[in-house]
């Protein structure tokens, strides 16, 4: 049985802009961690409240709504902190998940390789270590729910010490993961390559599907692909190019989950391209391009070589949003020989 998730968000004067976008990712998250969304609550602030988030009226309005709606669940767009959350469950009596720990448990039910799952579970006890420690036995009412699953789960009542004993194991067996990959990655430049990058669903797994003629998982919701997966493509008579695809970006990924991921996205610093998916059928897509950018700045990757690519266009207008991006479908294969001549073109130089 899927839990009934009543939403909440805090429209502050910098939210505002995107809310609307940022809530639909929100519940299309929720969705992918198997929770129903029930109802939305919007409460517009000029600052979040310290002590609640959302002001004690507010937070009682909120515990009427989810018993009046049977809800099982509440979920926060905005970040919470250990007090915030501590003082809002004194008074809605249900497990409260924010935005992080939400993207965490997503995180943590898509990963299938063993590296995966030791990044999910370094993220997880990361972000407990910061944010949880502390609260102390009001833990206990998370346990067993969104947030909170994945692999390697620890109890949330384990001690700083405990914590700390893992994350450092877990940061040894990464590093070994490092240094297998730096030593796959020096026995295999037969070809170029060229990796995949881009906002989460924008299509980054179909068009890998669509340019190496094979099979790479697909799925139609946030992060279905955390493992990275290379494939060999055909551009032109005598080349070829590795294409491998990455995890999704979103906006505000959370700093646990990048610092954890940073051995994954280590395929991005030798790629000899960097292929930026857009979801032309997206109206928000330059703000998916920009937090995009973002991360790609945060890892020092601001000057990799670097080619737009806007997907779905069979499901868009037909002329690209930016003139010197390229225009294609995975789906119907509209544009990939545009896109293989020109791959061939940038990695000639």
């Known amino acids: 049985m899927s839990d009934r998730a009543l939403v909440v968000a805090v429209e502050t004067p910098e939210l505002a802009p995107s809310l609307e976008a940022e809530l639909g990712e929100f519940e299309a998250l929720a969705g992918a961690a198997g929770a129903t969304i029930v109802d939305r609550i919007v409460q517009r ?22 018993s009046d709606l049977q809800a099982t669940l509440v979920l926060v767009l905005n970040d919470l902190r250990p007090r915030q959350r501590k003082n809002l469950e004194k008074v809605v009596p249900l497990p409260i998940v924010d935005r992080t720990m939400l993207i965490l448990d997503v995180f943590a039910r898509h990963a299938r ?47 700083r010490r405990r914590i700390g004993e893992r994350i450092a194991s877990l940061n040894r067996l990464l590093a070994d993961v490092r240094r297998q990959r730096a030593l796959r990655r ?18 980054k797994s179909s068009l890998l599907n669509a340019l190496a003629r094979t099979d790479a998982y697909v799925a139609d919701r946030p992060f279905a692909t955390l493992d990275p997966t290379v494939r060999r493509a055909y551009l032109e008579p005598g080349r070829y190019a590795r294409i491998a695809d990455t995890v999704g970006f979103i906006t505000n990924l959370p700093q646990d989950l990048v610092n954890a991921f940073r051995a994954t996205l280590e395929e991005l610093r030798d790629a000899d391209l960097l292929l930026h998916v857009l979801d032309a059928n997206n109206p928000q897509w330059a703000r998916q391009r920009d937090a995009v950018d973002a991360i790609l700045h945060e890892l020092e990757l601001d000057g990799a070589p670097r080619l737009l690519v806007f997907n779905k266009c069979d499901l ?34």
């Open 45 to 66: 602030r000029d600052r979040v409240d310290p002590a609640t988030l959302v002001g004690s009226g507010k937070a009682q309005e909120i515990a009427q709504r989810a």
């Open 186 to 203: 020096s026995g295999s430049r037969r070809d170029p390559l060229v990796a995949l990058v881009g906002y989460t669903n924008v299509g």
């Open 113 to 159: 390789s063993r590296e995966g799952k030791l990044q999910v579970e370094l993220a997880q006890l990361r972000f407990r270590q910061s944010n949880l420690i502390g609260v102390g036995a009001d833990l206990s009412r998370l346990g067993g729910g969104i947030g909170t699953r994945g692999p390697g789960e620890t109890k949330l009542e384990v001690d």
């Open 316 to 349: 868009a207008s037909p002329d690209p949003p930016e003139a010197d991006a390229l225009y294609v479908s995975a789906t119907t294969g509209a544009g990939l020989d545009a896109l293989r001549a020109r791959l061939s073109e940038c990695l000639s130089r």
